[in-house]
């Protein structure tokens, strides 16, 4: 079958199509003919090598996460569906990729598709609403009437987290460009602040959570905007201690992480916050939710563009430059 895979980690990790065996199914596995995938930023990274210590591939590997198909063939154990299914799902963290013909999913990682989604839309949404979900009703058990900042909200992360912030019944703020606040406030955001004209630790305070979504010092600026008691989630680091005991990691690499995230652990502790640091993962019963609520209008998939199959790495460029609105998918049937 014809896959997207990269042969070595770092400069030069060799990106390009290949033609790879149809993967073989274990007892609780669905093979899924993929008939969408939706791109993360994860997925330009994981080439660079700068996550080799915590996901393990075989090369070549075969990128993407996301998927939505039809499910072709399952295991002996598999309980949950049938063939002919059509079902959504991210493999992430699991060792394998969905940029091929066919893909092969573990059914605790699996959901069905919402009848009221197309495949393009239900492949924008598994790893951006796994995080979101993870991050705001388990991690930092989000409650109406809170104060939530979300920064970036016109991206993949953003454009779902805001919605479940507001189906959950939160008062949302954010940062874009002032060409995306008609974006976000359409889909439910309160406070828009223009992040080229506006310092949002200027304007915002007393937040009970920030969702950590832009690296750089703007982690450590939002510190200040938190109430004391308040939580930060941050999905782009810095790694903690706690994420290397949970994965079962070295005692070097817990002592490096815990250094990685010194600093803006004890600027939290200084202002009675606490951070955490959110590594998502599979989960077919928490997509069977988020099904749920999209089903029931809730929250909509933003998608900004669709590509075919054969302009995959074109897709990859794009969404590298950081200025998707919403997410970027490829369309492979």
Same mark, same amino acid.
């Given at each position: ?230 939580? !930060?989630?941050? %999905?782009? &680091? ?5 994420? *290397?005991? +949970? /994965? @079962?990691? $070295?005692?070097? #690499?817990? =002592? !490096?992480?815990? %250094?990685? &995230? ?5 600027? *939290?502790? +200084? /202002? @009675?916050? $606490?951070?955490? #640091?959110? =590594? ?11 099904? *749920?609520?999209?089903?029931?209008? $809730? ?35």
């Amino acid at each position: 079958m014809k896959a997207l895979t990269f042969k070595r980690y770092g400069k030069a990790p060799d990106i390009g199509f290949s033609e790879v065996a149809k993967p073989s199914i274990k007892s609780n596995e669905l093979l899924v003919e993929v008939y969408a995938v939706g791109l993360n930023p994860i997925d330009n990274m994981i080439p660079t090598g700068i996550f080799k210590e915590v996901l393990k591939f075989e090369m070549p590997a075969t990128m993407g996460s996301d998927v939505a198909g039809v499910v072709v063939s399952v295991g002996s154990a598999v309980t949950k569906f049938k063939v002919g299914d059509e079902v959504f799902a991210s493999v992430f963290d699991l060792g394998v990729g969905t940029l091929a013909d066919f893909a092969a999913v573990p059914e605790f990682a699996a959901a069905h598709k919402p009848e009221s989604l197309s495949f393009v839309q239900a492949a924008s949404v598994p790893m951006v609403g796994l995080t979101s979900w993870q991050a705001l009703t388990e991690r930092a058990n989000l409650e109406a009437g809170q104060k939530i900042f979300i920064p970036a909200g016109s991206g993949g992360i953003g454009t779902f987290a805001i919605q479940l912030a507001k189906y959950v019944g939160a008062r949302v703020a954010t940062t874009t460009s002032a060409v995306n606040t008609g974006l976000v406030r359409s889909l439910g955001a309160d406070e828009v602040i223009d992040y080229r004209s506006q310092k949002f630790e200027n304007v915002l305070a007393s937040y009970d959570l920030v969702l950590g979504t832009v690296r750089g010092d703007e982690l450590e600026r939002s510190i200040s905007v938190v109430r004391a008691g308040g939580k !930060i989630v941050s %999905l782009i &680091g810095p790694l903690d201690s706690a994420f *290397a005991e +949970k /994965r @079962g990691m $070295s005692f070097i #690499f817990k =002592f !490096i992480f815990a %250094l990685m &995230g010194w600093r803006t652990k004890r600027l *939290a502790r +200084k /202002r @009675g916050v $606490s951070y955490s #640091f959110l =590594f998502v993962r599979p989960d077919g019963a928490q997509l069977k939710e988020i099904a *749920a609520i999209i089903s029931a209008g $809730s929250i909509k998939p933003v998608i900004d563009k669709v590509f075919a199959f054969e302009d995959v790495k074109e897709a990859l460029s794009y969404l590298a430059q950081g200025r998707a609105k919403g997410k970027v998918v490829v369309q492979m049937k």
